[in-house]
Each structure stands twice: as C-alpha cells, then as structure tokens.
C-alpha cells in the first residue's frame, strides 16, 4: 500500500454514508493526482500546471465513467 492510498482508506473507514465517504476518497484522490502531476512535470521540465490539471481531468473522467456504471 502507498501513502497516497491512505486518505481515501481513512474516509472509508471513519464515515458511515457509504455515498459520502466514497465522494469524499474520490476528491482525495484526485487532489493528490494532480498533485503528483504538477510535482512531477516540474522533474519533467512540462507546464507544471496543464500536467496536474491534465491528470486530474483523466481521473475525475474515470471517476465518471464509474458513477454512471453503478459506483
């Protein structure tokens, strides 16, 4: 498991709406994703910003695509 899990596993674990907590672990999740692109472009010498802002966009899309199946 990787430190970047833990927010997400600590929303499930202390919430009781299954609705809520699992809302709240995706915008954690993707706050940290585009935390991770931002920090990363700048190593990769991109726009820090259209990177993190790219990758949360992918995420907060998979995070769609999910809900309207049934998530």
């Known amino acids: 498991m990787t430190a970047t899990a ?3 596993i ?8 299954a ?4 809302r709240l672990a995706n915008a ?3 706050v940290l994703l585009f ?3 931002y920090s990363w472009a700048q190593h990769a010498g991109a ?9 949360a966009s992918l995420a907060v899309g998979l995070v ?3 809900v309207v199946l049934g998530g």
Not at 10 to 17: E, H, K, Q, R
Not at 19 to 22: E, R
Not at 47 to 55: L, Q, V
């Open 6 to 8: 833990l927010p997400a």
């Open 10 to 17: 600590v929303s499930l674990l202390l919430i009781g709406d």
């Open 19 to 22: 609705t809520l907590a699992l």
């Open 28 to 30: 954690a999740q993707i």
């Open 35 to 37: 935390l991770v692109g």
């Open 47 to 55: 726009n820090r910003w259209k990177t993190g802002t790219a990758i």
């Open 64 to 66: 769609l695509v999910a």
